[in-house]
């Protein structure tokens, strides 16, 4: 064919081109293999074939470029992910008490309640990083952290909307908005007073 025959074929052509096709032969089992795709594709549930197609994307082999300076910048949000992790809750569940900072048990006895965590002056009154476990048999609920020397405030935060002060701390101050905070006295590491 030439090009004039490729960009404006006539219908007669079109025809010719289709017969031509005809007379090449796929094979015996051609029907059958098509058959066994089209029933392959279409017996699986469409989430499982959108699940399929993702994970061909995803096995395919790729290039992926990365800068010098993409990798340290990369590295250093990695840093600094770690570091705000362990800032939230520094010490917490894992034996040791970091450097200045002493250990300190929070407990609550509430036994009706789904989920309890520790809110303070020592961790921006927010919950995340800071739930207490339960022990379903005595009701109670318990963490261990450290936190440094000095005055911290702090309430329980009852299934995420119920603060509660402790009943066992020996201090507690207003806290502005007509309920009570509880204050913990945290010695230094060492043990003498503050």
Do not use: Q
Request: charge should be positive.
């Amino acid at each position: 064919m030439n090009a004039e025959r490729l960009t404006d074929p006539s219908k007669d052509e079109f025809i010719s081109c289709l017969r031509g096709l005809g007379a090449m032969d796929p094979g015996p089992d051609f029907a059958a293999r098509v058959m066994g795709r089209i029933g392959a594709a279409t017996t699986l549930p469409a989430p499982k074939r959108r699940m399929a197609r993702v994970i061909g994307w995803l096995m395919e082999p790729r290039t992926i470029r990365v800068s010098p300076l993409g990798s340290l910048a990369a590295a250093a949000c990695l840093l600094l992910a770690l570091g705000l992790f362990l800032k939230i809750n520094p010490g917490a569940e894992s034996g040791r008490t970091p450097t200045g900072l002493s250990p300190v048990t929070f407990v609550l006895a509430a036994p009706s309640a789904r989920e309890v965590a520790v809110i303070g002056s020592f961790n921006g009154w927010k919950a995340a990083g800071w739930t207490m476990r339960n022990d379903p048999a005595t009701g109670l609920w318990t963490l261990t952290t450290a936190l440094p020397p000095g005055s911290h405030e702090y309430v329980f935060l009852v299934d995420g909307t119920t603060p509660v002060t402790d009943a066992a701390a020996a201090l507690s101050v207003d806290d502005g908005f007509g309920s009570r905070n509880s204050v913990l006295l945290v010695k230094n590491g060492d043990g003498t007073a503050l």
